[in-house]
């Protein structure tokens, strides 16, 4: 999945675990009865918190996600109109986020975090590499997401990772990994998954492919 996204000068990056401890499904399918008494019933899990159905959307392999949320297919073609979300989401303890582009805060699980004022030339890249650890010891029926990721420090509308996810929705009770990105128009969109096993080596890597001035990140 390709994100093309208009950054402000200042960007922050960061790297850090998002824990959320309720069952998880296959993506598009409602989260579990653990979820927070808040959470509406339909709801589903993603490394944002927990989303309307209709506000998370899957991107093919050569699509780009234009600046105002519209998917550009690896055809030509380009959507008619941007998306919309019309719902709120909640964070992973069930408080309410109204619709609206800023993503939730997850300040609380950063492991590492980093800024840069950029002003006269374009951010570099983002690169992480680590292995898929074993599975959790014990299964409760939690989900976990590990990821590096970028955000728009400036107004923080928009983050994008690369998310190694496990019981994520995908493959059951499973490793698998796949590109995410929060929130354009209050929506989120995340790559096609792919499984992936125990003892694996990741590389997850966000990239400016731009001039400078312009970010455009992928």
């Not at 993506?27 to 808040?38: D, E, F, I, S």
């Not at 519209?70 to 919309?84: K, M, T, Y």
């Not at 979300?85 to 980093?114: D, L, M, N, Q």
Request: net charge negative; charged share 10%.
């Amino acid at each position: 999945m390709k994100r093309h996204l208009a950054m402000p000068p200042i960007i922050l990056a960061t790297s850090f675990i998002s824990v959320i401890a309720t069952p998880s499904a296959r993506a598009q399918k409602p989260a579990g009865p653990h979820r927070p008494a808040a959470v509406p019933e339909g709801y589903v899990i993603t490394p944002f918190g927990y989303f309307h159905p209709s506000c998370v959307r899957e991107v093919a392999s050569g699509d780009m996600v234009l600046a105002d949320g519209r998917v550009q297919h690896a055809d030509g073609s380009v959507e008619a109109e941007s998306p919309v979300c019309g719902y709120p989401h909640y964070t992973v303890w069930g408080r309410i986020v109204a619709a609206e582009t800023k993503p939730p805060t997850i300040s609380h699980s950063w492991i590492a975090s980093g800024n840069a004022i950029n002003t006269t030339s374009s951010f570099g890249e983002l690169t992480a590499s680590w292995t898929v650890p074993p599975a959790p010891t014990s299964d409760d029926g939690q989900t976990i997401f590990l990821f590096p990721g970028m955000e728009d420090y400036a107004t923080d509308t928009t983050i994008i990772q690369p998310v190694l996810g496990w019981n994520a929705g995908f493959f059951g009770t499973n490793w698998s990994i796949a590109s995410w990105n929060c929130c354009p128009s209050g929506t989120t969109h995340y790559s096609t998954p792919v499984q992936v096993n125990s003892g694996d080596i990741i590389l997850g890597t966000i990239k400016s492919a731009c001039s400078a001035g312009d970010e455009i990140l992928f």
